[in-house]
């Protein structure tokens, strides 16, 4: 009984003690406004944290029971038949026709069950509307390396197709990479096709780039070849040929029919489409090349890789890079003066449609990307050690933002440039920012308040989704950009298009961009098989997205004269376009501007396909223009609402969409005859 009533007493007087000091603690901060407040907060943070988790365990077990009905797990879709036809063999040369959606790998090698003799191969035949280009690959292998050979598609033999039809070939350039990759783990030492070397200078008339076709023994060398409709072209079929010589001795001759179908391509279809021009990288190249560093240099090559980019279905510019010069009165927040010479000179002639014979379909406003707060405007800061909280964006900062708006739309409607096609890139990803300001959704939110408030005309654009997708968003509000943002570029592992939908309805815009690649979006790097950015556009039709973009075109590796695109470009991310400066690299003559790629040509495609659709859906025909996308992409994006993302079924596969060049090939065929025979047509 006394050890009882010994541990009875020091509990009694250690809760006693237990009370006193709650008591004591709950006194002190009740007494002390600065501790209430703190205590207040804090509580405030918890319930936040509680309840967004809460949601987010929801989201994700509801994300169990998403799986699509019949959904393929696509292991096997790489895996088809050999797309290429018309195999010929002549002597050591095998040479195939290969569609524009198969990347040619250096050890492809077609099957002896469809290899002919010489001369064997039927026509090529080429079908497409007015307005449109064309592609194939014409693939070269032999055993031994062969002189002075070379390779020709001519229409001489018919002067209606002369006077109609162009065409211009490729040398397409192999690079060599060795990555990690975090989804796809290491790789192995690959080669895979690219750059597209002309074979004549593009901005040169009469040089001579590639003067024959270097076949390594035992290795594939493909020619890229593109064939134009031109719009006057009247319907019906022309003739050509395919010729492939050494020297004087033909190797293959191929007879090429091009069928010019009545309707004409449409020049336009309603989907924004856009890539980021890094000016710092795209002058490094041009340092690099040796080219002279005057303005007027500098102005050319810009505006040349501006029209190549025009020309393959893409507007591009940077994000606030080069801007008009103004001078502020930071007491007040007013410009004290604008100089905006300098900028119309270099960008005038791309935004009054002088240069492609149309405006851009979308432009990036000179508003840099994080400027409204990273660096000093109006003594806002978020970077260093004493970062502003966002109340201090009242007042200068809000004053000054809303006369750069005013500024802005003042020069457009001056020069007579679309203002309804641009966009204020203001933030990107900004999930990455909330590990040093915690308010970054809040700034955002002011930062597009602040322009809108200048002009009702600014489009404000983020790099992100209205709903949290990951677990280090827990605490942070990102509702709070609803209702301010007017275009939401999702990545495309984040987006959900029945959330994305929610949005459109009350009249934001949604773009995706390639964040998360296969299985939510076909690949943009070197590791890119099949249809690639091809698959883009279809996967915006099918979900009704507003716009695409790809986050670089010109992303050229560390300005450094011993790292350039083709032998040191890693994966090829965020490089498209490549400097035609640095040829000599691989031996070749420099061009005095940028080439394309593969991938930019698989882009161009995918832009045609949905000016194919466009079509259809303006001659009433939207359910057949429906069904064909869905027979070719059954899932993209985040479709099914896996949150997070990697929670899909397919998570590490190919993607839930066809990988056979010939589908994408037969589709197309078949659209342009769907479209030829439409009654009005």
């Given amino acids: 009984m006394p050890l009882f009533k010994n541990k009875l007493t020091w509990f009694l007087l250690g809760m006693a003690s237990g009370i006193l000091a709650v008591a004591a603690g709950g006194f002190l901060v009740l007494s002390s406004p600065t501790l209430r407040t703190h205590l207040k907060n804090t509580v405030k943070k918890l319930m936040k944290v509680h309840q967004t988790v809460a949601a987010i365990k929801t989201l994700e077990a509801k994300s169990k029971d998403l799986l699509h009905p019949g959904l393929v797990i696509p292991d096997n879709f790489l895996h088809y038949p050999f ?49 449109e280009v064309l592609s194939f690959q014409l693939v070269l292998r032999s055993s031994r390396k062969i002189p002075d050979l070379h390779a ?21 350039h192999y690079e060599h990479f060795t990555a990690s990759d975090v989804k796809y783990g290491p790789i192995h030492p690959h080669d895979i096709p690219d750059p597209l070397i002309p074979f004549r200078d593009p901005y040169t008339p009469g040089r001579i780039i590639v003067a024959d076709i270097p076949v390594t023994p035992d290795a594939n060398q493909p020619v890229w070849i593109d064939i134009a409709y031109a719009k006057n072209c009247s319907p019906g079929t022309y003739t050509g040929v395919l010729t492939v010589r050494s020297g004087a001795q033909i190797l293959r001759k191929t007879p090429v029919n091009f069928e010019v179908l009545a309707p004409v391509l449409p020049e336009h279809a309603p989907i924004s489409r856009w ?10 190249g041009l340092v690099k090349g040796g080219l002279p560093t005057s303005d007027l240099e500098f102005q050319r090559m810009y505006r040349r890789a501006f029209v190549l980019a025009h020309a393959y279905g893409f507007s591009t510019n940077d994000s606030g890079g080069i801007h008009p010069d103004i001078r502020w009165d930071w007491r007040t ?55 502003s909280p966002v109340s201090d964006w009242k007042g200068v900062p809000d004053i000054a933002t809303q006369n750069l708006a005013k500024l802005i739309v003042q020069h457009w409607k001056e020069k007579g440039w679309p203002i309804d096609k641009t966009f204020a890139y203001i933030a990107d990803e900004p999930v990455h920012k909330l590990y040093y300001y915690a308010d970054t959704y809040k700034l955002i939110a002011k930062n597009a308040d602040s322009l809108h408030k200048g002009s009702p005309h600014i489009h404000v654009m983020v790099t992100d989704v209205p709903y949290i997708t990951y677990k280090n968003q827990v605490g942070h509000n990102k509702l709070i950009m609803v209702g301010k943002v007017n275009i939401w570029a999702g990545a495309s592992a984040q987006f959900i298009p029945s959330r994305m939908q929610e949005r459109q309805k009350e009249g934001d ?40 973009f790809y986050w670089a075109d010109t ?46 040509a698989q882009w161009r495609r995918g832009y045609e396909d949905y000016r194919y659709l466009t079509y259809l859906k303006q001659m009433h025909k939207e359910k057949e223009a429906d069904r064909i996308v869905d027979k070719l992409v059954i899932h993209a994006l985040d479709d099914g609402g896996y949150l997070p993302y990697w929670r899909s079924p397919l998570w590490q596969k190919p993607g839930d969409w066809s990988h056979n060049p010939q589908d994408w090939h037969r589709e197309r065929i078949k659209m342009a005859r769907e479209i030829a025979a439409i009654p009005e047509n």
């Fill in 83 to 131: 797309p290429g036809s018309r195999v010929e063999k002549n002597g050591d040369l095998t040479t195939w026709i290969a569609p524009l959606s198969d990347r040619i790998q250096l050890q492809d090698v077609p099957p002896s069950s469809l290899i002919g003799k010489p001369g064997s191969s039927s026509a090529i035949h080429l079908i497409g509307l007015r307005g």
């Fill in 152 to 172: 020709e598609l001519s229409t001489a033999s018919d002067p209606k197709a002369f006077s109609c039809i162009t065409t211009h070939r490729f040398l397409e």
């Fill in 275 to 284: 890539m980021e021009l890094y000016v710092s990288r795209f002058y490094g």
């Fill in 333 to 387: 927040g007013t410009p004290t003066s604008v100089d905006w010479s300098g900028y119309d000179q270099l960008y005038g002639p791309m935004l009054s449609g002088e240069l492609t014979g149309s405006p851009p379909n979308t432009w990036s406003l000179p508003i840099g990307t994080w400027s409204l707060g990273i660096g000093m405007w109006g003594g806002f800061a978020v970077l260093g050690g004493n970062p």
């Fill in 509 to 548: 815009h949604v773009w995706f961009y390639q964040a998360g690649g296969p299985p939510f979006i076909g690949q943009n790097d070197l590791y890119s098989l099949g249809p690639g950015f091809r698959m883009w556009f279809w996967t915006a039709w099918k979900y009704h997205v507003n716009g695409v």
């Fill in 555 to 600: 992303f050229w590796n560390d300005n450094k004269p011993n790292m350039n695109p083709y032998v040191n470009q890693g994966l090829g991310d965020g490089t498209i376009m490549y400097p035609g400066t640095e040829l000599h690299f691989i031996g070749y003559p420099d061009i005095h501007g940028p080439i394309p790629s593969i991938r930019m």
